[in-house]
């Protein structure tokens, strides 16, 4: 009877060991599921290539950026190929540094700003930023988990429904792919640029430039 009381004890000690273990081990998984891809770091924006056009925005960019939980070197990333950090930007569907179309402006006002607003003026540099961020945060909470792969694979989804809408982001989700050349070319821009982000130059950054980036870089510039 001893020798089955010890026995007992030993088992006793073995499932409570297991009940704890796991109730860890499923705490750590919901505080990593809780935690969303490419959060805000409070080393800003680190990216040293990025244009003086982009990085003059830095201080809106960074408390955008915390206020939505999002990397601040994705919101530059995607800046930088949407205007070059020129707020006079105008495609004649989207305007602003974050090329913003009335039509996205007006699901972002009303769903995904932290505090919803009816009156905004998207050729206002501070909104656009904002707006954009917000819109980046909400692409990367519908589309980015964590089992979609390390956080550069995620800038490839968010810069497709960045540039072709949500649509996009899904096809590429799912494996898909992109159709539309302009987004498939977008997207790629974003993912390699974001990626060589810790490097001291980005040739995919001086491919755009040689494209027509460095006509809105150079606008930017003279802008008043």
């Not at 001893?2 to 505080?31: E, H, N, S, W, Y």
Request: aromatic share 8%; charged share 25%; proline share 4%.
């Amino acid at each position: 009877m001893r020798k089955l009381g010890l026995k007992m004890r030993d088992v006793i000690v073995a499932v409570v060991t297991i009940v704890v273990i796991g109730g860890l081990a499923m705490g750590v998984k919901a505080i990593m599921d809780a935690q969303p891809r490419l959060p805000y770091s409070d080393k800003g924006t680190t990216i040293s290539w990025l244009p003086s056009t982009v990085t003059r925005w830095r201080s809106t960019i960074e408390s955008n950026a915390e206020r939505y939980n999002v990397d601040a070197n994705l919101v530059a990333v995607i800046m930088t190929l949407e205007s070059g950090g020129y707020s006079k930007a105008d495609s004649g569907e989207a305007v602003g540094v974050m090329q913003v179309t009335p039509a996205t402006g007006g699901d972002i006002a009303a769903k995904h700003l932290k505090t919803p607003v009816t009156k905004y003026d998207l050729k206002d540099a501070k909104t656009n930023i904002e707006f954009g961020v917000a819109y980046l945060a909400y692409l990367r909470d519908e589309f980015c988990d964590h089992t979609t792969g390390p956080d550069w694979a995620c800038v490839e989804l968010i810069a497709a429904g960045y540039n072709g809408g949500p649509g996009a982001a899904n096809r590429v989700y799912k494996g898909e792919g992109l159709t539309d050349t302009e987004t498939v070319v977008y997207a790629r821009d974003a993912f390699n640029m974001f990626r060589e982000g810790q490097s001291s130059k980005s040739p995919t950054y001086e491919r755009w430039l040689e494209r027509g980036g460095q006509t809105l870089v150079d606008a930017a510039k003279d802008e008043k």
